[in-house]
C-alpha cells in the first residue's frame, strides 16, 4: 500500500470518527421516566376569530388546561352554525376528551351538541348559551349579560333621561348572550317610560348589526336615515359600535347620535377614551376562558360543576379609560 493511500485512510477513519462522536453532552431521559403525556384533547369551536374577544377567551381557557396537561384543539365556526355542527361531528370522530361551544346559533346548535352526548363527550358552553333542551350541557360560563344590558339602560337614562329622544338597537338575535344584553336594556328603558311626566325614550329601531363592523355600519346607516332625529343608539358589541361610528362620522353626525356599545374590547375603550363610544358594560374573557378551564378540570375530578356561571360586567366610561394603563401613551 503506497504511503499516499495510507496517508487517505488515515484522514478518512478520523473523519469517521470525528462524525461520530459527540459535540457535548446530550440530555437524555433517565431509566424508567416516561415521557409526558397529555391528559387529553379539549376541542373549541368559537364563535369567529375576526372578535378578538373570542380569541382572548381561546388564549386564556387554553393556557389554564396546559397547565393541567390538557392540549386543545382550536376552530372557528365564523357564525355559520351548519359549520360549527360539522366541526362538533369531527371532534367526535377524533375523540376528544371534551368540546366547548361559543354556539353560532344558540337554538339550531341542539343537534351537534346531541351527537356528542351520545358519543359520551361532555360538552361547556362560554360567552354564548344554548338555549334548547333537546341537548346536555355540563357547565356554561358567561357574563352576566342580562345585567351588563340593564348597566347600558342606565346608562342611557342618565344621557337621554332628561330630554328623552329616539334610541336605535343593532342586535344579533342568534345569540342568546345578546338577546339577554337586549333584555335587559329594555327592561331598564320600560321602567323609565312608565314613570309620569318622564320624557320618552322610544325605540324606534332594532336592526339586526351582525355583530361586525361592516354589518353594524349598514345598520346604523339605515337607522339614521329612517330617522334623522336619532338620538343615540345601543350596539351589543364594540364591532357593531364602531361600524355604527363610522356610519355616523360619514355623515358628519357623530356629534348628535350618542353610541353605548359592549365588550370592552381593546378598540372599544380606545374610542372611549376617544369620546367616540360614550361608554360600554365591560366583560372579562380571560376570566371566562380562565374558569372554563377549571370547569372542565373539576369535572374530570369527579367534583360537582354548577350549571351556570355568571361573571357580573363594569360600566368603562371615558374618566375610566383616562386612568386605565392600557389606554396611555
Known sequence: MSRTVRYFLLILSLTIAGCSK??????????GTPAPESRGVIGFSVLTLTNPFFKEIADHMQAALKEEGYDMLLVSGERDVKKQADQIDDFIVRGVTAIVLNPCDSLSIGPAIKRANQAGIPVFTNDIRYDGG????????????????????????????????KVAILHFP???SCQQRVKGFREIIDVHNAKPGTDQIEIVAVLDGGGVRDEGFAAAKDAFEANPDLAAIFAINDPSALGAYAALDGVGKADQVTIIGFD??????????????LCDPVQFPDRIGR??????????????????????????????????????G
Open 22 to 31: 459527540p459535540a457535548g453532552p446530550i440530555a437524555t431521559p433517565e431509566r
Open 291 to 328: 374558569v372554563t378551564a377549571e370547569m372542565i378540570i373539576k369535572h374530570f375530578s369527579g367534583d360537582k360543576v354548577e350549571a351556570v356561571i355568571l361573571i357580573p360586567s363594569e360600566l368603562y366610561y371615558q374618566v375610566d379609560a383616562q386612568q386605565d394603563p392600557a389606554q396611555k
Open 264 to 277: 370592552g374590547q381593546p378598540s372599544g375603550k380606545e374610542a372611549i377614551r376617544d369620546g367616540k363610544i
Open 174 to 176: 342568534q345569540a342568546e
Open 134 to 165: 333537546d341537548a346536555d350541557v355540563v357547565c356554561h360560563v358567561a357574563t352576566d349579560n342580562y345585567q351588563g344590558g340593564k348597566l347600558a339602560g342606565e346608562a342611557m337614562v342618565t344621557e337621554l333621561g332628561a330630554a328623552g329622544g
